[in-house]
């Protein structure tokens, strides 16, 4: 299928604008945070003497030392547990089609539905009776779960369009179910698993609500909780707070810059195949 001179230039305008809007506050972001501490600064405008140290003082004012390592501890508490259960269950709903495999896609698929505001003062009042409220498993715990419905939906998207003819052959050589799944099948898969480990990472990384709602100790919460400790005197600060949510940003543009590639090639494997 040919694609016409006016179809081109109208998806390179739509991808420009995307670029602009993207784009034109993160730079509105970091310009503010270069102005004086305490200052108001009007719209895209570049300070006089760019005051570097406010991103010190926001980095020493959130504590965000320990608020890194309480968010490695949740994304290595979350992500390895999230991809084990998502590869398996899609693996068994997609490809080896159990048993009301539809009717289980269908749940996953309604789960998606949920909002998520909805359900959060239930979760509250569980931890609540756990006893795990407060404790970084508040946060981690809520989040696999949450994390499950759209990661079983990734997976099963890439099982689905897996070969019989791969399974078969592998049955005949002897292979056991679990053989099939992880010496055969897990390799085949590793772009979409590497390319869901990634966002959930991003996602997992960047939670503010249920780290604001579910935790109150802001040392057990993750990066982007850090924002709370703007609370207070440093509220109206806006260059220190813009200079903090430029460090909260920096590593997932970090992680999306090193692995953009594996994500596409999971995001256009899909688009092909499904």
């Known amino acids: 299928m040919r694609i016409s001179q006016g179809e081109l230039w109208a998806g390179r305008v739509l991808l420009v604008t995307l670029i602009i809007i993207t784009v034109l506050p993160l730079i509105s972001i970091f310009m503010t945070a270069l102005h004086p501490s305490g200052s108001v600064p009007n719209g895209f405008e570049w300070p006089e003497v760019p005051q570097w140290s406010n991103f010190v003082e ?13 968010s490695l501890f949740i994304v290595l508490a ?12 899609g693996f068994a709903i997609g490809h080896l089609r159990i048993p009301g495999s539809r009717y289980l896609l269908f749940l996953f698929v309604f789960g998606l539905t949920l909002p998520f505001t909805g359900i959060i003062v239930p979760i509250y009042q569980l931890e609540r009776d756990l006893g795990i409220y407060n404790t970084r498993f508040a946060i981690a715990l809520p989040l696999i779960g949450l994390y ?20 078969e052959a592998a049955r005949v050589d002897g292979a056991t179910l679990w053989d099939l799944f992880w010496r055969i099948h897990i390799p085949i898969a590793r772009a979409p698993i590497t390319s869901l480990g990634i966002l959930m990472s991003v996602w997992t990384w960047n939670q503010f609500l249920i780290a604001l709602v579910l935790v109150e100790d802001p040392s057990q919460r993750t990066m982007a909780g850090a924002l709370g400790a703007f609370q207070g005197q440093y509220a109206t600060n806006v260059p220190l707070l813009c200079a903090g949510t430029i460090i909260i940003l920096l590593p997932t543009l970090i992680v999306f810059v090193i692995f953009q590639r594996q994500i596409i090639t999971a995001l256009l494997q899909g688009s092909v195949k499904g």
């Open 58 to 70: 926001a980095f020493n004012v959130a504590n965000m030392t320990t608020l890194m390592q309480s």
């Open 148 to 167: 499950m419905p759209f990661a079983v939906y990734w997976m099963r998207a890439h099982f689905v369009n897996m070969p019989d003819d791969i399974s």
């Open 78 to 89: 979350v992500v390895p547990v999230s991809l084990i259960i998502s590869t398996m269950a």
